[in-house]
């Protein structure tokens, strides 16, 4: 079966330049099994015509409000209860700021007012319009009711300048979607949810989702922070010892965190991953680097969530010049790098500690032994030998246990899955600690 197969997505189109690459991300979706109906504003239809998106989709493409191809049904109500994700690429700055102030002109707008489903939204436009308060602000808005935002990318824009605003690429996108219908089951549905309110994050109340939007803001109020990525540790100024961690999951728990409503600090090892929007971000290199990032914030944090993969040892010594070949064979002398956890777990007062575990064998006995050394509340333990649970991967497969003796198994999903079930089991404990 094809990943995507029968899921009805409904993709607006707005007019930004990047309206060419939605008819690839058409495409690319209809390969991939779904069914995607078309909605374009009138400004996207100055870039790409109808014509292209109904030869790539083999579905009519809507560009009018009133205009009813079947008269049994209002076509942007069909469209709205139909739809099991609607996806805006590109998003126009004008398209967010309707969406944030609930203007509904066209058939976009009415779309998206009327849905339940979750929306996912990838802005792409100049950089210094995306810069600007009033679309931060709305996208702030747009975020705190639930909506997703697929980031853009920093590169050379149409207009000529360098920086963020590019639209995520069709490829990207849909690997995001595919991850959020992979992870679609593996979180248990919301019920009996009340009525959205002004204040409250958008809902689905018959959703079962991967994403923050079933499980609102339940985490505001909350500090956390997250360690993502490998670590660095220089043997010269081009040689360094490091790992094969890519930072996936780190920067899912941050974005899961920052949807969820908490104040994130997310400190980064070098990743080629974007920076999530709407967290502080601090990169760092060596675990000196990442060790005082993070004591610089402990005092002041709720929750930490150390999933970076970081060296146990470093070079004794860093040469300040490159070395040169002297024989068959190098010798590099280590020293036992500083241990974060143990540090953070040493100075812990009433912070919620969580720990991650990649391990290759005996996975219980290490986690185990792990939060009883380190002092920890929770560990994420896998073993990293396992198909879609290693290094790298957009899945995983994770064991959570607590120092209660709680023990909780997850199967392969995507990693935005797994940090979602973190913290629902992580709040249980933080509520449970609250109440003694």
């Known amino acids: 079966m094809l990943p995507l197969q029968d899921k009805i997505i409904v993709l607006g189109v707005t007019g930004g330049i990047a309206a060419y690459k939605a008819a690839a991300l058409t495409s690319k979706l209809t390969q991939a099994g ?5 909605i374009m504003t009138e400004g996207a ?8 998106f109904q ?20 076509a942007h109500i069909d469209l709205a209860d139909r739809a099991d994700l609607v996806l805006v ?17 066209d058939m976009l707008t009415t779309t998206l007012l009327a849905t339940k489903a979750p929306v996912m939204i990838a802005p792409a436009m100049n950089v210094n319009m995306y810069a600007h308060p009033a679309v931060m602000q709305n996208m702030d808005k747009l975020r705190g009711w639930g909506y997703r935002f697929i980031e853009p990318g920093e590169g050379f824009l149409a207009c000529g300048w360098v920086g963020r605003g590019r ?20 979180v248990h549905p919301v019920s009996d949810a009340p009525a959205v309110a002004v204040d409250q994050p958008y809902l689905n109340p018959s959703a079962s989702t991967g994403s923050s939007i079933t499980h609102a803001r339940d985490l505001a109020g909350l500090k956390i922070l997250v360690t993502a990525g490998p670590t660095r540790e220089k ?6 010892i490091t790992n094969h961690a890519s930072g996936k999951m780190g920067y899912a728990i941050a974005e899961a965190a920052r949807d969820r409503g908490a104040e994130v600090v997310l400190v980064s090892g070098p990743t080629a991953l974007p920076k999530p929007d709407g967290v502080t971000f ?7 680097e990442m060790l005082d990032a993070c004591l610089a914030v402990y005092p002041v944090t709720d929750v930490v969530v150390k999933s970076a993969a970081v060296s146990d040892y470093r070079p004794k010594v860093t040469y300040e010049h490159k070395m040169k070949k002297t024989g068959d064979e190098l010798t590099i002398e280590m020293e036992k790098a500083p241990d974060i956890l143990r540090t953070l777990g040493e100075q812990k007062h009433n912070q919620f500690l969580i720990g991650f575990a990649a391990e290759t064998q005996d996975l219980a006995k290490y986690a185990l032994d792990k939060i009883a050394r380190k002092n920890l509340d929770m560990i994420v333990a896998n073993n990293v030998l396992q198909e879609g649970a290693g290094m790298g991967g957009d899945t995983n497969i994770v064991t959570i246990f607590s120092k209660d003796g709680d023990q909780v198994a997850l199967d392969k999903m995507s990693k935005r899955a797994v940090a979602d079930k973190l913290f629902d089991v992580a709040l249980t404990k933080i509520q449970a600690s609250m109440t003694r």
Not at 34 to 38: F, M, P
Not at 45 to 52: E, G, M, S, Y
Not at 55 to 74: G, K, R
């Open 235 to 240: 043997i010269d100024p081009v040689r360094y």
């Open 45 to 52: 239809q100055k870039f790409v015509q109808p014509l292209t």
């Open 89 to 105: 690429a590109p998003a126009t700055a004008n398209l967010l700021g309707k969406l944030a102030h609930g203007i509904a002109d």
């Open 167 to 186: 639209l995520a690429e069709p490829e990207e996108i849909v690997e995001v979607v595919k991850q959020y219908f992979a992870g679609q089951e593996e």
């Open 34 to 38: 779904a069914k995607v109906y078309v």
């Open 282 to 288: 601090v990169a760092v290199e060596s675990v000196q």
């Open 55 to 74: 030869a790539l989709s083999h579905l009519p493409v809507y560009t009018d409000t009133f205009t009813e191809p079947d008269v049994s049904v209002i």
